[in-house]
């Protein structure tokens, strides 16, 4: 997230724990910026980008100078913005210092408020009221992380807000590794974004530039060497949607104390070795999966999903809790774990059951593009299990509870890129799974009424495998039958309007094959089927098979479009009982190098089936490509919605009379008579009129 944004985290706070000593007053100290601090003069806004100012804050200045200490650095961060319009007062007037209690030292250097050109100085009247944030608690996350709000009294529009804090930063893990990164460019005007940086020559900095081309000036001062970054009036960056990860929303710059990722490595990695004893239960678990299935795949299989279900997820990730991992006795114990609990708690399973397995560390959101970034422990968010089977490698995820499938189908974890926890480091490339068939297929199958008076049935097959089966199978524990059937029939309701189910859901669970099947049956009364003409005009379709292709507006639009991971969907619509032969010609194949509609369609004199194959052909979409990819998605919209009128007949065919033999031949006997008398007849008297005529001469 851009910088502006850090620093205006809305105050939604999850409050708990107040009572700690933790959460007293002198938690933020009040004090003056230490003797290194260098106070530059405040740049004025760039005029001519007013216009795009928003929320009513004119940012000024952001300039963070960090300096290098022994067990860790500190860090001088000074913001200043002006209040320019009334919305500015409701975000501009509070403000928010977070920090971690356990490694941060947090000092609030000066408060000022300069109203037309005076400044007040309202630091000795500062209050602090100190919160634990906990945002993702209902997702069971808890980081320990404290936030202290300042409510500044007496803010007006068009006064300028300057303040400073200083953070004295002693990392619990990896002391020696430094990482610090911080964007060049905002989504709204900035007058001055500065970093400086004072480092031992000795210790010479990484810096790795992305989606800019900027550089630092570099300097000495004594031992140590300063690197410098000024960006004036940077050009507003528009974040546009689904963009790739791999690509640069804005420009940024990573610094970093090392290039190498075997120094996160040798960090971290000896909090991670498997543990080879159990609590005596668990170790009877293992050996009983160990006795029951000989094979190494059937044990990897069967462990995992001991972890998986039988441990809760729960994130104590509070202070060195970040990133060392519980034992995992005192996991099994508790019986609850987050991602780093759970993996080492699966990696020294395997290893007890004869299994290569390592835990390795991963990021959720932004794994595809770790190879873009400088080595740091905080580009990692989640902890995952490397497994080998002779030259077969798997990643296994311990926090998906309720995976299916065996070795061969299971679904890997796929974030991107890995930082296994062994003696060699470095990145590995997670494999991309590709879809051979469709992972959802949804059969609707309608039966008109036989007979006037009767109603139409409609049954719904759906299927899934893989990874969405693994996702229907939490659904489904999650998640009520009937409040599935309840949305599942208001689905149906707004294109059928008057149907009903007629009976519960049908749930088969093949966790094997990881195949999970859902049968949903409804009527829709005869009285329904007339109302509005609804047979005239009845619509046949698959108006969810392209909701999960990305549609962002091309307006400006400069970078790729993210298609995800790859989507292979099938949808058929079977209509029988008909009294005509019905007919699929105007329904189009839709074919591009990113996403491919394949459309079928069939018929006899009562039936009329139409099949849907949508699947993308690539993970993303070139800024070239994007206004022909666009057309094809409203292409698809289209191609997947038709309307029939399945009350027409098709007309009897014409009649053909088909003569009785005897008239036939009575008819032909009576020509034959009737050419005789008039060519016969005339003949015989010519023949006797001859005869009796005298010769001449």
């Given at each position: 997230?851009?910088?502006?944004?850090?620093?205006?985290?809305?105050?939604?706070?999850?409050?708990?724990?107040?009572?700690?000593?933790?959460?007293?007053?002198?938690?933020?100290?009040?004090?003056?910026?230490?003797?290194?601090?260098?106070?530059?003069?405040?740049?004025?806004?760039?005029?001519?980008?007013?216009?795009?100012?928003?929320?009513?804050?004119?940012?000024?200045?952001?300039?963070?100078?960090?300096?290098?200490?022994?067990?860790?650095?500190?860090?001088?961060?000074?913001?200043?913005?002006?209040?320019?319009?009334?919305?500015?007062?409701?975000?501009?007037?509070?403000?928010?210092?977070?920090?971690?209690?356990?490694?941060?030292?947090?000092?609030?250097?000066?408060?000022?408020?300069?109203?037309?050109?005076?400044?007040?100085?309202?630091?000795?009247?500062?209050?602090?009221?100190?919160?634990?944030?906990?945002?993702?608690?209902?997702?069971?996350?808890?980081?320990?992380?404290?936030?202290?709000?300042?409510?500044?009294?007496?803010?007006?529009?068009?006064?300028?807000?300057?303040y400073a804090t200083t953070y004295e930063i002693t990392p619990l893990v990896g002391k020696d590794l430094f990482f610090f990164s911080f964007?060049?460019?905002?989504?709204?005007?900035?007058?001055?974004?500065?970093?400086?940086?004072?480092?031992?020559?000795?210790?010479?900095?990484?810096?790795?530039?992305?989606?800019?081309?900027?550089?630092?000036?570099?300097?000495?001062?004594?031992?140590?060497?300063?690197?410098?970054?000024?960006?004036?009036?940077?050009?507003?960056?528009?974040?546009?949607?689904?963009?790739?990860?791999?690509?640069?929303?804005?420009?940024?710059?990573?610094?970093?104390?090392?290039?190498?990722?075997?120094?996160?490595?040798?960090?971290?990695?000896?909090?991670?070795?498997?543990?080879?004893?159990?609590?005596?239960?668990?170790?009877?678990?293992?050996?009983?999966?160990?006795?029951?299935?000989?094979?190494?795949?059937?044990?990897?299989?069967?462990?995992?999903?001991?972890?998986?279900?039988?441990?809760?997820?729960?994130?104590?990730?509070?202070?060195?809790?970040?990133?060392?991992?519980?034992?995992?006795?005192?996991?099994?114990?508790?019986?609850?774990?987050?991602?780093?609990?759970?993996?080492?708690?699966?990696?020294?399973?395997?290893?007890?059951?004869?299994?290569?397995?390592?835990?390795?560390?991963?990021?959720?959101?932004?794994?595809?593009?770790?190879?873009?970034?400088?080595?740091?422990?905080?580009?990692?968010?989640?902890?995952?299990?490397?497994?080998?089977?002779?030259?077969?490698?798997?990643?296994?995820?311990?926090?998906?509870?309720?995976?299916?499938?065996?070795?061969?189908?299971?679904?890997?974890?796929?974030?991107?890129?890995?930082?296994?926890?062994?003696?060699?480091?470095?990145?590995?490339?997670?494999?991309?799974?590709?879809?051979?068939?469709?992972?959802?297929?949804?059969?609707?199958?309608?039966?008109?009424?036989?007979?006037?008076?009767?109603?139409?049935?409609?049954?719904?097959?759906?299927?899934?495998?893989?990874?969405?089966?693994?996702?229907?199978?939490?659904?489904?524990?999650?998640?009520?039958?009937?409040?599935?059937?309840?949305?599942?029939?208001?689905?149906?309701?707004?294109?059928?309007?008057?149907?009903?189910?007629?009976?519960?859901?049908?749930?088969?669970?093949?966790?094997?094959?990881?195949?999970?099947?859902?049968?949903e049956s409804y009527s829709l009364p005869a009285q329904a089927l007339a109302a509005n003409d609804l047979a005239k005009n009845f619509p046949?379709?698959?108006?969810?098979?392209?909701?999960?292709?990305?549609?962002?507006?091309?307006?400006?639009?400069?970078?790729?479009?993210?298609?995800?991971?790859?989507?292979?969907?099938?949808?058929?619509?079977?209509?029988?009982?008909?009294?005509?032969?019905?007919?699929?010609?105007?329904?189009?194949?839709?074919?591009?190098?990113?996403?491919?509609?394949?459309?079928?369609?069939?018929?006899?004199?009562?039936?009329?089936?139409?099949?849907?194959?949508?699947?993308?052909?690539?993970?993303?979409?070139?800024?070239?490509?994007?206004?022909?990819?666009?057309?094809?998605?409203?292409?698809?919209?289209?191609?997947?919605?038709?309307?029939?009128?399945?009350?027409?007949?098709?007309?009897?065919?014409?009649?053909?009379?088909?003569?009785?033999?005897?008239?036939?031949?009575?008819?032909?006997?009576?020509?034959?008579?009737?050419?005789?008398?008039?060519?016969?007849?005339?003949?015989?008297?010519?023949?006797?009129?001859?005869?009796?005529?005298?010769?001449?001469?």
């Amino acid at each position: 997230m851009i910088k502006s944004y850090w620093r205006l985290i809305a105050f939604a706070l999850f409050l708990v724990s107040l009572s700690s000593p933790a959460l007293s007053d002198d938690v933020v100290l009040i004090g003056p910026a230490p003797a290194w601090t260098r106070l530059i003069d405040v740049p004025s806004a760039d005029a001519t980008r007013s216009d795009q100012i928003r929320n009513g804050i004119s940012w000024l200045l952001s300039d963070d100078q960090i300096v290098h200490r022994t067990g860790g650095y500190d860090q001088y961060s000074r913001t200043v913005y002006k209040i320019v319009d009334r919305p500015g007062l409701e975000q501009g007037a509070g403000i928010n210092l977070q920090f971690d209690p356990s490694r941060h030292k947090v000092t609030l250097n000066h408060l000022h408020i300069i109203r037309d050109g005076a400044v007040i100085d309202r630091l000795a009247s500062t209050k602090f009221d100190i919160f634990r944030q906990e945002k993702d608690a209902e997702k069971g996350l808890y980081d320990g992380w404290l936030t202290a709000h300042v409510n500044v009294e007496d803010v007006r529009v068009g006064d300028i807000v300057d303040y400073a804090t200083t953070y004295e930063i002693t990392p619990l893990v990896g002391k020696d590794l430094f990482f610090f990164s911080f964007a060049t460019e905002w989504e709204e005007p900035v007058a001055l974004i500065r970093a400086n940086i004072t480092w031992p020559a000795s210790q010479p900095l990484q810096i790795k530039a992305r989606g800019t081309e900027l550089k630092p000036g570099i300097s000495s001062s004594g031992s140590d060497t300063v690197y410098l970054w000024e960006i004036r009036n940077p050009k507003p960056v528009k974040v546009e949607d689904n963009l790739p990860v791999q690509y640069p929303a804005w420009g940024s710059v990573d610094v970093a104390s090392t290039a190498d990722w075997q120094s996160v490595v040798d960090a971290i990695a000896p909090h991670y070795r498997p543990v080879t004893d159990f609590p005596a239960d668990f170790a009877a678990r293992l050996d009983d999966i160990a006795v029951k299935h000989p094979v190494a795949e059937d044990r990897m299989i069967h462990a995992t999903r001991l972890v998986q279900d039988q441990i809760r997820y729960v994130s104590l990730s509070i202070g060195a809790g970040s990133y060392i991992p519980r034992d995992p006795a005192t996991v099994l114990q508790s019986g609850f774990g987050d991602c780093k609990d759970k993996a080492l708690l699966l990696a020294s399973s395997l290893v007890r059951l004869g299994i290569s397995a390592e835990v390795a560390l991963a990021d959720l959101d932004h794994g595809r593009a770790l190879d873009q970034h400088l080595p740091a422990l905080r580009d990692f968010d989640h902890a995952i299990v490397k497994a080998k089977i002779g030259s077969q490698t798997y990643w296994l995820d311990a926090t998906n509870d309720l995976q299916g499938g065996k070795a061969y189908n299971l679904a890997q974890a796929d974030y991107g890129f890995a930082l296994p926890l062994s003696s060699t480091g470095g990145l590995e490339k997670m494999p991309t799974p590709e879809l051979t068939s469709p992972s959802i297929q949804v059969a609707e199958e309608f039966d008109f009424p036989e007979k006037p008076g009767d109603p139409l049935s409609l049954t719904v097959f759906s299927m899934y495998e893989g990874a969405d089966a693994d996702s229907m199978r939490n659904r489904l524990a999650g998640q009520s039958l009937t409040e599935l059937s309840d949305n599942y029939l208001k689905y149906y309701s707004k294109q059928y309007p008057g149907i009903q189910s007629v009976a519960k859901l049908e749930i088969l669970d093949q966790r094997d094959g990881n195949v999970v099947s859902v049968k949903e049956s409804y009527s829709l009364p005869a009285q329904a089927l007339a109302a509005n003409d609804l047979a005239k005009n009845f619509p046949i379709q698959a108006a969810d098979l392209g909701n999960y292709l990305p549609a962002p507006t091309i307006v400006g639009r400069r970078g790729p479009i993210s298609l995800g991971t790859p989507y292979y969907r099938r949808h058929s619509v079977t209509v029988r009982n008909l009294k005509a032969r019905f007919s699929g010609e105007e329904i189009k194949n839709i074919a591009t190098p990113y996403v491919s509609l394949k459309t079928s369609w069939s018929n006899t004199a009562t039936e009329f089936r139409v099949e849907w194959n949508l699947l993308t052909l690539a993970t993303e979409v070139p800024a070239t490509a994007i206004a022909d990819y666009l057309k094809s998605v409203e292409d698809i919209s289209k191609d997947v919605q038709w309307q029939y009128d399945f009350t027409y007949i098709d007309p009897p065919p014409a009649e053909v009379k088909v003569s009785d033999p005897d008239t036939q031949q009575r008819q032909v006997i009576a020509s034959m008579f009737l050419l005789t008398l008039f060519v016969g007849v005339p003949v015989f008297i010519a023949v006797r009129r001859g005869r009796r005529q005298p010769a001449r001469g």
